[in-house]
């Protein structure tokens, strides 16, 4: 499988099918919790009750699914390889939530690339990703695929 280059901001032309890569780890913390709710508006009891969570399948709290997927996505950021380069994030496809994310838990993902669209009328075209969420125990805690607009190289 071919591997992305270790420099920063991939144009559009630079993707190619096939590429893959992992990112750093970001373990999920109880600030991270606390301040996605104050954020989101979302305190279900779930996320935010230790004594309600314990009665709960989980047996505790667990972070919200749409604070992972944020996560997921400044770890795709942090990789660099979008960095300068996106337009825009344009769709989240087929996503699933596998799996919970307990506190402390680490989580990375791995993304590649399933295709590229030219989207010349854009400047540049869309890349679209699979993209696995995993945790420390090698687990898959969600997956799909995101639709990327990415610049062309300049000319």
């Excluded at 639709?147 to 062309?152: D, K, R």
């Amino acid at each position: 499988m071919a591997k992305f280059e270790a420099r920063r901001g991939l144009y559009f032309e630079e993707f190619e099918v096939g590429q893959q890569m992992s990112t750093v780890g970001r373990t999920i913390t109880e600030a991270d919790v606390v301040n996605f709710a104050g954020v989101s508006g979302d305190y279900n009891l779930i996320h935010t009750d230790l004594p309600y969570s314990e009665a709960t399948f989980f047996e505790q709290r667990v972070a919200h699914g749409l604070l992972v997927l944020s996560v997921a996505s400044g770890l795709a950021m942090r990789s660099g390889l979008l960095e300068g380069t996106v337009i825009a994030w344009r769709d989240i496809r087929d996503w699933r939530f596998s799996q919970p994310v307990l506190f402390g838990d680490t989580v990375h993902a791995e993304m590649e690339v399933v295709e590229t669209k030219p989207m010349p009328r854009l400047g540049g075209g869309q890349v679209d990703l699979r993209i696995k969420v995993i945790n420390q125990e090698d687990k898959i805690v969600m997956k799909g695929n995101w639709g990327i607009l990415v610049m062309n190289a300049p000319k």
